[in-house]
């Protein structure tokens, strides 16, 4: 049997090249790393020279103006991910036992949650655990994902086109997308408006728009609506695209709910259709691998008891 401290590669690993290494990648260059990390260029391509030479693989194709990452490099990313998250669980994990419930609970979410009844969860968890410390990261749906995947993250909040392999899912909350318009806007102060009327017009849209995004039935409404093709203005941040629509840069969907302080203020102005609206399901995602601290798992409870206590309807914002 081969004894683990004959086992050559984990014992002369440094293991804060893996570190740098999962930044050059997602950070998608040296340059890039080296300022994220406050280290100079030459430090990182040092860095990871030595962790080719030890795995004994190409990791990064560094060409000018070229920056990819190998078959071995991504296997070795995936795994570096792993690592992180699993280190970063460690505070969590010894914390658990303590009479009073502490921890810390990472969550990664896209800019689209927006929820009262998520709010309530937050606030009656932090009000009754107040030696639990959250960290929100908003990032895209898929960025989501990746973390949740990768356990680097407790749990996500986002919207989903499929549940991914080996993940578990449950409707947060749903909503409704309108088309909306902002006060500069040559429609804003009409009386009435027809559908026909914004054939054609210029259009702002969410980077999920798309076939197999979790934001299609959006893209469906948007060609109901026959606008313009393609689009003006693009974001995968609900508060920005909301931004270029007040700004007249184009007509946008936003869900109904998150809208409506707006509408009721003058700011925006929701454009037919009216009817049929496309409605999305906003996901509460965990990874069942993942070995969850105590506070973590004490706050899925909590989620999934005030899921079963509010019936799905109520949690559908109209």
Known sequence: MVKPYEQRFPWHLDWNLLRTFMVVVEQRGISRAAYSLGLKQPTISA?????????????????????????????????????????????????????????????????????????????????????????????????????????RASFGICLLHKIPANMKASVLYREYFGLFCGPRHRLFARDEIALSEIEGETSVSFQTETEEGPLYPVALLRARAKLAPGWRGVSSNLHELRRMIVAGVGIGALPLHVAKRDVDSGRLRQLPPYDDLPMVNIYLLTNPLRKQSDAEAAFLDACHEAMRQTDLETRTYE
């Open 47 to 151: 860095a990871l020279k030595r962790l080719e030479e030890t795995t004994g693989h190409e990791l990064i194709i560094r060409k000018p103006n070229e920056f990819s990452v190998t078959r071995a490099g991504n296997l070795l990313y995936q795994e570096c991910s792993q690592i992180f998250g699993s280190v970063s669980q460690l505070p969590s994990l010894l914390d658990s036992g303590a009479e009073e419930l502490r921890g810390h609970i990472s969550i990664a979410t896209t800019s689209h949650v927006i929820s009262d009844h998520y709010d309530a969860i937050l606030h009656d968890f932090a009000t009754s655990h107040p030696k639990v410390t959250f960290s929100i990261t908003v990032v895209e749906s898929e960025e989501v994902v990746s973390r949740v995947q990768q356990n």
